[in-house]
């Protein structure tokens, strides 16, 4: 059984930094693609990253374009997401998400991914 479980959310001031992790067991990394989502209040859940299952391919919401990074440690098990520049509408509970495939255009669409994790609160407030 597939088991992801995020960490490293927070309170955080404007500008200021988190990196999330998704650690995954149950099976090996190199399997599964690996997508970021995060839903505020009130708000649908939104796509925010992606990885490839070989990692050579990424891809990011408009919105975080050149504040957040995606990588993954094979040799951990563990996919990251690094939040910089970080601003009160980054604020939701973050998601991290897997399946078997690669997905190009249609990442960010929740209906694409089998496996889920708990989520984690970022809050980006003064």
């Known amino acids: 059984q597939l088991r992801l479980v995020e960490s490293g959310g927070g309170l955080v001031q404007p500008g200021g930094s988190l990196r999330l992790s998704c650690k995954v067991s149950?099976?090996?990394?190199?399997?599964?693609?690996i997508g970021w989502f995060r839903q505020a209040p009130g708000k649908e859940r939104d796509g925010v990253s992606y990885?490839?299952?070989?990692?050579?391919?990424?891809n990011y919401a408009d919105s975080v374009k050149g504040r957040f990074t995606i990588s993954r440690d094979y040799t951990k098990n563990t996919v990251y997401l690094q939040m910089n520049s970080l601003k009160p509408e980054d604020t939701a509970v973050y998601y991290c998400?897997?399946?078997?495939?690669?997905?190009?255009?249609?990442?960010?669409?929740?209906?694409?991914?089998?496996?889920w994790g708990q989520g984690t609160q970022v809050t980006v407030s003064s």
């Open positions: 990885i490839s299952r070989n990692g050579e391919s990424t």
């Open positions: 998400a897997a399946n078997v495939l690669d997905y190009g255009t249609t990442w960010y669409k929740s209906s694409r991914y089998d496996y």
């Open positions: 149950g099976f090996t990394l190199d399997y599964y693609s």
